[in-house]
Nanobody, 128 residues
Framework: QVQLVESGGGLVQAGGSLRLSCAAS????????MAWLRQAPGKEREFVAG????????YYADSVKGRFTISRDNAKNTMILQMNSLKPEDTAVYYC?????????????????????WGQGTQVTVST
């Protein structure tokens, strides 16, 4: 059974930074793509950032490009989302997710339906 546990959320002022972590267990971490998605109150869940199994290829939602950085340490079974220049509109519950497929086509990799395993989420609140 795959388990994903997020940490690092909290309250930060606009312009500040947070670093989210996702610890994975239960299967070979290194061979599957992973992603961060978020859901704000009253809104649908949306893709934030994703990584290929090696971490060599990353991709981002337009709304976070240049501000967020996704990375993974396969030796530690950990994925990181470094969030800088945070804005109030970044306020959401952030989820770590991974796929059952070892490679995700570009057409689906930003869809939440591409990911089968999810963490419990961590709240990020950005104040003005």
């Amino acid at each position: 059974q795959v388990q994903l546990v997020e940490s690092g959320g909290g309250l930060v002022q606009a312009g500040g930074s947070l670093r989210l972590s996702c610890a994975a267990s239960g299967r070979t971490f290194t061979t599957y793509p992973m992603a961060w998605l978020r859901q704000a109150p009253g809104k649908e869940r949306e893709f934030v950032a994703g990584s290929s199994w090696s971490g060599g290829y990353t991709y981002y939602a337009d709304s976070v490009k240049g501000r967020f950085t996704i990375s993974r340490d396969n030796a530690k079974n950990t994925m990181i989302l470094q969030m800088n220049s945070l804005k109030p509109e970044d306020t959401a519950v952030y989820y770590c997710a991974t796929s059952q497929q070892r490679s995700l086509p570009q057409a689906v990799r930003t869809r939440d339906t591409a990911y089968s395993y999810w963490g419990q989420g961590t709240q990020v609140t950005v104040s003005t």
